[in-house]
Every structure is written in structure tokens, then in C-alpha cells.
């Protein structure tokens, strides 16, 4: 069984510049997260969808992060403008039917914001 | 909000020694799972628990979910090298988002 894609692996972009992450859960997984995990810390939760409905986004920073799942398969995750302390590492993490479930996580995409 | 925080942040141990890691939680957990997270790498789930009072064992761990389902810990017997990597409790309250809330790691070190 193939697991958690993600794309780019590494990301070096300068301040207020844009950048999307792509993910592409295990199929059939009907929930997908994205989480933000700053370096020495556990992964925080910035939104989880439920097949393509957001189901919780209340730490998504919404003035410069969008993310969307239109087809409830693959989704992306845009950060625009990028500030300093969006450095980190985005993990996407799927589950089959819900949150109470076992995640598994992709490989995540590290950015790095000059 | 809710929080979950874990001790200790750092361990060292020699190749063969003990090793545990607690985690708390500021509110009653509907359950908890632990992660191990290698060095690059990410979380890879290693277990879960759900009943007051549990324990649960896989090889050289042993995982205990607290009477009160607000505490956690994992202990490793005899640490290996292999056993090297931050080790995260994440704890779910009883909201119906179940959203996870990760504790911040203990990283291991193994000495050989």
C-alpha cells in the first residue's frame, strides 16, 4: 500500500514570497490533515478536512493560509505572503474514515523562509 | 485551551538502560497515541489508548494510560541504538473534531 505523498520534499523561498505544498493521501483515507511541526516541537494541527468539508481550521493563520481539497482526494496547502516564522516542516496526514483513527503521515515538506 | 505537555525534553542514556517519557494533559483525554518520530523523518504512530488504566506492551515498550485518562507515559526496557529518535504522546479530547494535540517530544539518545 502506498502512503502519503507529498511535494516539494525542501523549500527555500524569501519573505512575503508564496508557496504551495501538494499532498496526496493513502486512498480511500476520506480524512486528511495538514500539520505545521516548528523544529523542537510536536507537530500542531492547521486544518483537517473530512473528504473535501474543513472540519477544523481554527489554527490555520487564514490571513495568509488557504488550503483546499476540491475533489476530496489530493489537496494543497498555499501560504502567501510567507513570513520568517513560517520556517518548519508541513506534514500531511491522512486516516481512513475519521479522526479517531490512526494517522499516517507523509515524508512533509521542510520550508525554509529567508 | 487544551494542552499536553511531556518530560523529560532530552534524554541520554548507555546502549542497555531503561528509559521513560511522561506525558499530561491539562483536561481528560478521550484517548492517547504515541509517535515516534525518527532524526528527518516523521511521526510514525506506535500506538493507542483509549480505557482508564491501560497498559499496553509492544516488545521492550510498555504504555500506560492514567486512572484519571489526563497522564501517559512509555517506557522502554533496555534501550537499543535502533531506539533513537523524539517520542510524542498526542492526546485527544472529547470534542467531536477529536482533534490531536501533540506534546512537544522527548528525544532519545543512545550511547552504544
Known amino acids: 500500500e502506498a502512503g502519503v505523498a507529498q511535494s516539494p520534499r525542501y523549500k527555500i523561498i524569501e519573505k512575503r514570497q508564496s508557496v504551495a505544498f501538494w499532498c496526496n493521501p493513502i486512498?480511500?483515507?476520506?480524512?486528511l490533515y495538514w500539520y505545521q511541526q516548528i523544529l523542537g516541537q510536536g507537530p500542531k494541527l492547521l486544518i483537517q478536512?473530512?473528504?473535501?468539508?474543513?472540519?477544523?481550521d481554527s489554527q490555520l493563520p487564514k490571513d495568509r493560509f488557504s488550503a483546499e481539497r476540491l475533489k476530496g482526494v489530493d489537496s494543497t496547502l498555499k501560504i502567501q505572503p510567507a513570513k520568517l516564522e513560517d520556517s518548519a516542516v508541513y506534514l500531511c496526514?491522512?486516516?481512513?474514515?475519521?479522526?479517531?483513527?490512526?494517522?499516517?503521515f507523509g515524508p512533509g515538506t521542510r520550508l525554509l523562509v529567508l | 485551551g487544551q494542552q499536553v505537555m511531556q518530560i523529560p525534553q532530552y534524554q541520554h542514556v548507555q546502549e542497555g538502560e531503561d528509559f521513560t517519557t511522561y506525558c499530561n494533559s491539562s483536561?481528560?483525554?478521550?484517548?492517547i497515541q504515541w509517535y515516534k518520530q525518527r532524526p528527518g523523518g516523521h511521526p510514525v504512530f506506535l500506538i493507542q489508548?483509549?480505557?482508564?488504566?491501560e497498559v499496553k506492551k509492544q516488545k521492550r515498550l510498555t504504555f500506560q494510560f492514567g486512572e484519571a485518562k489526563k497522564n501517559s507515559s512509555l517506557h522502554i526496557t533496555a534501550t537499543q541504538t535502533t531506539d533513537v529518535g523524539t517520542y510524542f504522546c498526542?492526546?485527544?479530547?472529547?470534542?467531536?473534531?477529536?482533534?490531536?494535540?501533540f506534546g512537544q517530544g522527548t528525544t532519545l539518545q543512545v550511547k552504544p
Open positions: 489508548l483509549v480505557k482508564s488504566g
Open positions: 478536512f473530512q473528504n473535501n468539508g474543513v472540519v477544523d
Open positions: 496526514a491522512s486516516s481512513l474514515q475519521g479522526p479517531r483513527e490512526t494517522q499516517y
Open positions: 498526542a492526546g485527544r479530547g472529547s470534542s467531536n473534531t477529536g482533534k490531536l494535540i
Open positions: 486512498s480511500g483515507h476520506a480524512t
Open positions: 483536561t481528560t483525554l478521550s484517548n
